[in-house]
């Protein structure tokens, strides 16, 4: 079966740092490689994907990286604020007419001023 | 408007009661998700509808039953839960894949006690 995890459960910063958050992953046939959001009190909220044929993208103050050799995921966010504390999911996406995900462990990033 | 509604936002119930978690998007998405998230745990599918079907059961106990109405609503009926299924129910839509779907839209969940 799918199995996404993370390296690293918690993560603090000071404000204004680059923070990187790494994910594992196992399933090779999986077609895209997704970063959710998840603050207190709410749902996930996506960040950005990426496509399994890519090995960057590229956000807004966010980039995902992909190293299909390693199986390994990571997503860097730049300029880190106390605003981007929250839980951070990596997920594969998986299916034909919908969009099944499957989460990995999550990282909780802690952002001080 | 890129907002899933659900409701209630938290729902305490017996063992015995019958309830009712609802869903509602607006953005013309033909798949729809409920999602069960534990305390410190990533939220693990329970069903997909696709254009109103059923398309994935995750191997979930009948005391859970979902319903899609119309292409706008979810619901996912509970009876006879068990104090193990207190948890966040959290339901999602998406575009369809063909559609080049990729991005789940949440819900803020809802959270049940099961007393």
């Known amino acids: 079966g799918e199995s996404v995890g993370l390296h690293l459960p918690t993560l603090s910063v000071q404000e204004g740092d680059n923070s990187i958050i790494n994910c594992a992953y196992s399933n090779s046939a999986s077609d895209y490689f997704i970063w959710y959001k998840q603050e207190s009190g709410k749902g996930p909220q996506f960040i950005i994907d990426?496509?399994?044929?890519?090995d960057k993208r590229q956000g807004q103050r966010v980039t995902v990286l992909l190293n299909k050799t390693v199986k390994h995921l990571s997503l860097q966010i730049a300029a880190t604020q106390p605003g981007d504390s929250a839980v951070y999911f990596c997920?594969?996406?998986?299916?034909?007419?919908?969009?099944?995900?499957?989460f990995g462990q999550g990282t909780i990033l802690t952002v001080h001023p | 408007d890129t907002e899933v509604t659900q409701t209630p936002k938290h729902l305490v119930m017996g063992m015995t009661n019958k309830k009712s978690l609802k869903c509602e998007q607006h953005m013309g998405h033909r798949a729809m998700y409920w999602y069960k998230q534990k305390a410190k745990k990533p939220p693990e599918l329970m069903f997909v509808?696709?254009?109103?079907?059923?398309?994935i059961n995750e191997s979930v106990p009948s005391r859970f039953s979902p319903e899609c109405p119309n292409s706008s609503l979810l619901n996912l009926h509970l009876h006879a839960l068990q104090p193990e299924d207190s948890a966040l129910y959290l339901c999602a839509s998406s575009q369809a894949r063909g559609a080049g779907g990729t991005e789940a839209f949440f819900g803020q969940g809802t959270r049940l006690t099961v007393v």
């Open positions: 990426i496509r399994s044929n890519m």
């Open positions: 997920a594969v996406l998986s299916g034909t007419s919908y969009g099944k995900l499957t």
């Open positions: 509808y696709s254009y109103e079907k059923l398309s």
